[in-house]
């Protein structure tokens, strides 16, 4: 079956450089949500999106960005990047009206 | 605010032992429960769900897990646990946010590290 497909895997950064993810949802899902999980920590609620539309924000800092795309997928573009900005970025897809969240294998980013 | 809540932060069990990872939450109206599993580098994994109906939710890889909503929990167990178990356990609990347009998005507790012992 179909899953979640992140990229990339992994990346490196430098301080202030920028950063896109790139998140590909099962087909027919229609709601993509971004998570973050530090060294450690659980993970944090990003931004999701619906039907192409921004549905939500949570924690996401003013130097990130993301849409969807008519084709569903969605990009998480994070700039400036910050040594704290190093962790686990996880997307997430679901159709509307079921329950079940499915998540990708995720994107491990390092600022160095 | 709704939220779930994992108050150990290792468990440790012997194999061939029961084990169980406690869960409880804190939720207006009806919990829409679940949990999931993450291996070392890994994703995350669903075991299972509570929606609605049963108490007992029978999941993947032999977990399972008993919705109790007088004691606001949600403990997983399994009654046999292999060394292949060891990894970290997330609770979430689906929340409706008011932000924007609104949406249904995952909040997750803080997790609990399985390690089964040889």
């Known amino acids: 079956a179909a899953g979640v497909i992140q990229s990339p895997r992994h990346l490196i950064k430098e301080k202030r450089e920028t950063a896109t993810l790139k998140c590909y949802p099962i087909p027919r899902h229609d709601t993509v949500y971004w998570y973050q999980q530090g060294p450690g920590q659980d993970p944090q609620f990003l931004i999701s999106?619906?039907?192409?539309?921004?549905?939500d924000k949570g924690s996401i800092p003013d130097r990130f960005s993301a849409q969807q795309f008519s084709d569903y997928h969605s990009e998480l573009n994070m700039s400036s990047l910050e040594l704290g900005d190093s962790a686990l970025y996880f997307c997430?897809?679901?159709?509307?009206?079921?329950?079940?969240?499915?998540f990708g294998s995720g994107t491990r980013l390092t600022v160095v | 605010a709704q939220s779930v809540a994992q108050p150990e932060d290792q468990v440790n069990v012997a194999e061939g032992n029961p084990l169980t990872v406690k869960c409880t939450y804190s939720v207006s109206g009806n919990p829409y429960l679940f949990w999931y599993v993450q291996y070392p580098n890994r994703g995350l994994q669903f075991l299972l769900k509570?929606?609605?109906?049963?108490?007992l939710v029978k999941g993947s890889y032999g977990f399972e897990a008993e919705f109790n909503k007088s004691q606001t929990s949600f403990h997983l167990k399994k009654p046999s646990a292999l060394v292949s178990d060891s990894a970290l356990y997330f609770c979430a609990v689906r929340a409706f946010s008011y932000s924007g347009a609104g949406s249904y998005q995952l909040t997750f507790g803080k997790g609990t590290k399985l390690s089964v012992i040889p």
């Open positions: 997430a897809s679901r159709r509307q009206a079921n329950y079940g969240y499915t």
């Open positions: 999106f619906y039907e192409k539309m921004q549905s």
């Open positions: 509570y929606i609605t109906g049963d108490n």
